[in-house]
């Protein structure tokens, strides 16, 4: 082991995690590159688990961020009123919600995704005086304990340590099989009363499971989902933490679906530059709290304001939207060949937008691919409930240049790791 993390496995926990599968210091990041202590050069295909969709240190971003430091501005506000945070209201209304025919209140809870979807939770429940909330396999909605009742994770759930209740678990879109509508399975539940399933609270999934192996909900699915909880009055909660803020090439996930969601959780790349923030989007009319109902203590992150509301002014461009779909073709392009010239991988392409990779159908194999990616110069993740995909995160703005050279890398890897693979028998 490298002297120097030495320090961090003597007086760290055990639980740190990312660490351990890029196992290096990193000193400096920028744009889609990030570089360690001795220099060596990274492409970052990881994006911060999707909390950096615009890269490192964007320019335009940084610029503000700096110019409002040295302003002497407020950094710490809770939910007081500041220029920061009327300007991203302002401009999250006029350049996001109303172009895409949007009306919702924003609730700032706390900086992370799990404070979001705990807040989304709690108000549904609120409204509707119900308690359960029907979730989805695979799901993942954050760590802390409401969050984790609607993560279907066993590993993840498991870390609670107590019961989790008050939510029951529905097959998501094609879990069974490509040929039946799962919903199906759901609208009798619903409606037999002796299913032992009551009309719940709220119904939250991910449009795309960035955690959960890269499955993807199609417009259809989302959009007979949609009429289902209009039907049962029912709340809508998508979770767009990590889908969300273009990584499937739209700003929201769900646009393509033509839905409206009653609820929408969002972090991660809400805040443009890696700063902890998250947001919850309500319909007006679902909009009952009572002042200090749900509070926060970092909910005014004002440097997270001036980042956001500057990544929000891309999105004023159409074409900046048009040069995300165009980086998609050439991801999927990509991924569907890998999958066919290397058949050692047994494997097949999952995801939509930015947020693609390959599930392997050979045992361990995908965790060795990105392990030869790290060793290579490029930073990915696996996911799926046995870690089977390894999953490409560039950045929503990544230069061409730079996403061919994260291609080559990927291949290289992929060829060692299935030259490499010992097949495990029973």
Same mark, same amino acid.
């Given at each position: 082991m490298?002297k120097?993390?030495k320090v961090?496995e003597?007086?760290e926990?055990?639980?740190?995690?990312?660490?351990r599968?890029f #196992?290096t210091?990193?000193?400096?990041?920028?744009g889609?590159?990030?570089w360690? /202590?001795?220099?060596k050069?990274?492409?970052?295909?990881f994006?911060?688990?999707?909390?950096?969709?615009?890269g490192?240190?964007?320019p *335009?971003?940084?610029? /503000?961020?700096?110019?409002?430091?040295s302003s002497?501005? !407020?950094?710490?506000? %809770?939910?007081?009123?500041? #220029?920061p945070k009327q300007?991203?209201?302002?401009?999250l209304?006029e350049?996001i919600?109303?172009p895409? *025919?949007?009306?919702?209140?924003?609730?700032?809870?706390?900086?992370?995704?799990?404070?979001t979807v705990?807040?989304?939770?709690?108000? =549904?429940r609120k409204v509707t005086?119900?308690?359960?909330?029907?979730?989805?396999?695979?799901g993942f909605?954050g760590?802390?304990?409401?969050?984790?009742s609607?993560?279907?994770?066993?590993?993840?759930?498991?870390? =609670?340590?107590?019961?989790?209740?008050n939510?029951v678990? &529905?097959p998501?879109d094609r879990?069974?099989?490509?040929a039946?509508?799962s919903l199906?399975y759901?609208?009798h539940y619903?409606?037999?009363g002796g299913s032992?399933v009551?009309?719940p609270?709220?119904? !939250? %999934?991910?449009?795309?499971?960035g955690?959960?192996?890269l499955?993807?909900a199609?417009n259809?699915?989302?959009k007979?989902l949609?009429?289902?909880c209009?039907?049962?009055?029912i709340l809508?909660?998508i979770?767009?933490?990590? =889908?969300?803020?273009?990584?499937?090439?739209?700003?929201?996930?769900f646009?393509?679906?033509g839905?409206?969601?009653?609820?929408v959780c969002m972090?991660?790349?809400?805040?443009?530059?890696?700063?902890?923030f998250?947001?919850?989007l309500i319909?007006?009319?679902y909009d009952?709290? =009572?002042p200090g109902e749900? *509070?926060?203590?970092?909910r005014?992150?004002?440097h997270?304001f001036?980042?956001?509301?500057?990544?929000?002014?891309?999105?004023?461009?159409p074409?900046?939207?048009?040069?995300?779909h165009? /980086?998609?073709?050439?991801v999927?392009?990509?991924?569907?060949?890998?999958?066919?010239?290397? #058949?050692?991988?047994?494997?097949?392409?999952k995801?939509r937008g930015? &947020?693609q990779? !390959?599930s392997?159908?050979?045992?361990?194999?995908?965790?060795k691919?990105a392990a030869?990616?790290?060793?290579?110069g490029?930073i990915m993740?696996t996911?799926?409930?046995?870690?089977e995909v390894?999953?490409l995160f560039?950045? !929503?703005?990544i230069?061409?240049?730079?996403?061919?050279?994260g291609?080559?890398?990927?291949?290289?890897?992929?060829?060692?790791?299935?030259s /490499?693979h010992? #097949?495990?028998?029973?």
């Amino acid at each position: 082991m490298d002297k120097d993390l030495k320090v961090f496995e003597e007086l760290e926990s055990e639980v740190r995690s990312y660490c351990r599968s890029f #196992p290096t210091i990193f000193t400096k990041a920028k744009g889609s590159l990030m570089w360690d /202590k001795n220099g060596k050069e990274y492409v970052d295909f990881f994006c911060g688990a999707g909390a950096l969709n615009y890269g490192h240190n964007d320019p *335009n971003m940084k610029q /503000k961020l700096i110019e409002y430091i040295s302003s002497d501005g !407020i950094t710490h506000s %809770l939910d007081k009123a500041t #220029p920061p945070k009327q300007d991203f209201l302002t401009t999250l209304n006029e350049s996001i919600l109303k172009p895409r *025919n949007l009306e919702y209140k924003v609730m700032f809870p706390g900086p992370t995704g799990t404070n979001t979807v705990e807040s989304a939770l709690k108000l =549904a429940r609120k409204v509707t005086g119900r308690t359960e909330v029907i979730t989805f396999t695979n799901g993942f909605h954050g760590m802390t304990i409401g969050s984790l009742s609607v993560t279907g994770n066993a590993f993840k759930r498991k870390g =609670a340590g107590i019961p989790l209740h008050n939510a029951v678990t &529905m097959p998501y879109d094609r879990y069974m099989d490509d040929a039946t509508d799962s919903l199906d399975y759901l609208e009798h539940y619903l409606e037999d009363g002796g299913s032992g399933v009551e009309v719940p609270a709220a119904v !939250i %999934l991910e449009t795309v499971q960035g955690e959960g192996g890269l499955n993807w909900a199609s417009n259809k699915w989302l959009k007979r989902l949609e009429e289902l909880c209009s039907r049962f009055e029912i709340l809508l909660i998508i979770d767009d933490v990590q =889908a969300g803020v273009g990584r499937t090439g739209t700003f929201f996930s769900f646009e393509p679906a033509g839905i409206k969601p009653d609820i929408v959780c969002m972090s991660k790349s809400i805040g443009g530059y890696g700063s902890p923030f998250a947001i919850t989007l309500i319909k007006p009319e679902y909009d009952i709290w =009572a002042p200090g109902e749900h *509070n926060g203590t970092f909910r005014g992150n004002n440097h997270a304001f001036v980042t956001a509301t500057e990544a929000l002014k891309y999105w004023e461009n159409p074409e900046f939207e048009k040069a995300i779909h165009k /980086k998609v073709e050439k991801v999927t392009e990509f991924l569907n060949r890998i999958a066919k010239d290397y #058949p050692e991988l047994d494997g097949y392409v999952k995801g939509r937008g930015l &947020m693609q990779g !390959i599930s392997c159908g050979v045992e361990g194999i995908a965790d060795k691919v990105a392990a030869e990616a790290f060793s290579r110069g490029l930073i990915m993740e696996t996911a799926g409930a046995d870690d089977e995909v390894f999953k490409l995160f560039p950045a !929503i703005n990544i230069d061409d240049a730079t996403l061919e050279r994260g291609f080559s890398i990927i291949e290289e890897s992929v060829k060692a790791a299935a030259s /490499k693979h010992t #097949p495990v028998t029973n």
